[in-house]
């Protein structure tokens, strides 16, 4: 098989998989907003995000360690066994060691960051999550980096219907409201370590060994403030939210985020295909340069025309899908759509840090930058235009946190990858998906038409322009199809 149609056969397992699982979880938005208050979503929408932030310090970003140093010993089979046990067992034993500290510190570091949820039930059960998700993790990263992304792709399904089957029976069967879901959550986290210890710790070499270690820690410590800087562009605005609002907020716009995160998983579920294409790629760059850049453009308008269309129909969405107390949540969708898109513009640039070891280090200045700037903006842009203003803020920051890894990374790996026409192209999507807020006044199948009319006439447009693309990939998609 092709790379490039590895490549598109990795992508599509890994965002089929993923927009699946999202797509499953907005068919049952209407049931959760019916049967979960603003307030007992806003507890879940205030702990989620917190056990994002603290599993950062879990795996300490040696996720991204797994995934480099594959390449350099995928020839090896003994020092790749090796180095994976020696990023498990550390993990295993920072996880116990972080959570005996959490427990006994939880009046000063967690009470003050969840303000308004008891620790009992509620951040217990996150920290029950969090102990055991990150050797699951980490195996799903082994997976990634061999490209085996069919299993990856069955594992995550396997997870998502867990937790899916255990928040039906809680929140809706038992009605336990914010309690079930989080339940259902440290469940499946749990019932996931024990097969990943059954499945995965057998064939590695279970053991800390130092030089491995320090090799890996040397390559994913200087990653932890980048990492830190993504959760708090993607989830701080909840926290400020909640801060500045109470609960109902945060959970009002986490239901519009929810919508505009599909873009968010596109990217990520493309980008986990592409991080092991590229590095193969850039072996040899002067022959493969061109076909790099031409792959990260189209990517880039599909990510656009994707985004425009989430955007357009957010208001029609949630008079479908979620109830009046949540409605207004649909305002959030075009700005927070297209900071995923950015974002999904980013990796493009920090992929090559990624695979230049001596770059690994500046990744952080241009995420931490944002996320600095995200956190100043929500507390600028929140107390005026609420919900409004966290999502502007993430819009703001994203833009920003890409142009300076796109500068950092032109000193260090460049690739001649165009960020002007890019940034044009996201721009004229973005301006297109404004119209949402023009479109309005019209009876709801009379703006189903009008919206449908404006992405039909924008797909025409797209397939002028990359006509000759656009033929390439049906070729090659129908070839991947053949050889299945």
């Known amino acids: 098989m092709s790379s490039k149609r590895n490549l598109l056969k990795n992508s599509g397992i890994y965002s089929i998989v993923q927009i699946l699982q999202k797509a499953i979880g907005l068919f049952l938005l209407p049931v959760y907003t019916n049967l979960l208050s603003p307030n007992d979503k806003g507890i879940t929408d205030v702990v989620q995000p917190l056990v994002a932030f603290l599993s950062i310090f879990y795996t300490l970003s040696l996720n991204s360690a797994i995934v480099r140093f594959y390449v350099d010993y995928k020839e090896n089979d003994k020092k790749l066994k090796e180095f994976w046990g020696t990023c498990i067992s550390f993990i295993i034993l920072n996880s116990l060691v972080l959570t005996i500290l959490l427990i006994i510190f939880k009046d000063i570091i967690l009470l003050p960051l969840a303000k308004g949820v008891n620790f009992y039930p509620y951040i217990i059960l996150g920290l029950i999550s969090i102990t055991f998700n990150p050797i699951y993790t980490i195996f799903q990263s082994t997976l990634q980096a061999r490209e085996q992304s069919t299993t990856y792709g069955l594992n995550n399904l396997l997870y998502f219907i867990t937790n899916l089957g255990l928040n039906i029976l809680f929140v809706v069967g038992l009605r336990i409201g914010a309690l079930g879901v989080l339940l259902a959550l440290a469940i499946t986290d749990t019932i996931f370590f024990i097969y990943t210890m059954i499945k995965f710790i057998p064939s590695i070499t279970l053991k800390i060994k130092k030089s491995y270690l320090v090799q890996a820690m040397k390559y994913s410590l200087p990653l932890l403030p980048h990492t830190l800087s993504g959760w708090a562009v993607s989830m701080i605005d909840r926290l400020f939210l909640n801060g500045y609002e109470g609960l109902s ?29 590229f590095f193969n790629k850039m072996k040899d760059k002067e022959k493969n340069e061109e076909e790099i850049v ?14 425009m ?4 129909f957010g208001p029609e969405i949630f008079k479908i899908m979620a109830s009046e107390a949540y409605y207004e949540g649909w305002k959030v969708i075009p700005m927070l759509s297209f900071s995923f898109v950015f974002n999904g513009i980013y990796y493009f640039y920090v992929n090559p840090l ?13 995420t931490f930058t944002g996320a600095i700037l995200n956190s100043l903006l ?9 919900m409004m203003g966290a999502s502007l803020a993430s819009l703001i920051s994203m833009i920003i946190s890409c142009l300076l890894v796109y500068f950092i990374s032109k000193k260090i790996e460049p690739i001649k990858l165009s960020i002007v026409k890019l940034f044009l192209i996201s721009g004229v999507f973005l301006i297109v998906s404004m119209l949402s807020f023009v479109i309005i006044g019209f009876s709801f199948w009379k703006s189903v038409l009008i919206k449908s009319g404006i992405v039909l006439v924008i797909l025409l447009i797209l397939m002028i322009i990359y006509r000759n693309e ?7 998609i129908k070839g991947s199809i053949k050889n299945r």
């Open 470 to 476: 656009f033929k390439k990939y049906i070729i090659l």
């Open 354 to 366: 990624f695979y230049n070891k001596k770059g690994v280090k500046f990744i952080a200045l241009g």
């Open 294 to 307: 031409k792959t990260a453009e189209y990517i880039v308008v599909i990510y656009c025309f994707l985004a």
């Open 309 to 312: 269309g989430m955007s357009l």
């Open 249 to 277: 907020s945060p959970a009002i716009y986490s239901t519009g985020s929810q919508f505009a995160n599909i873009i968010n998983v596109i990217t990520v579920a493309v980008n986990q295909a592409y991080v092991p294409w």
């Open 378 to 386: 929500n507390m600028l842009f929140i107390p005026k235009y609420s």
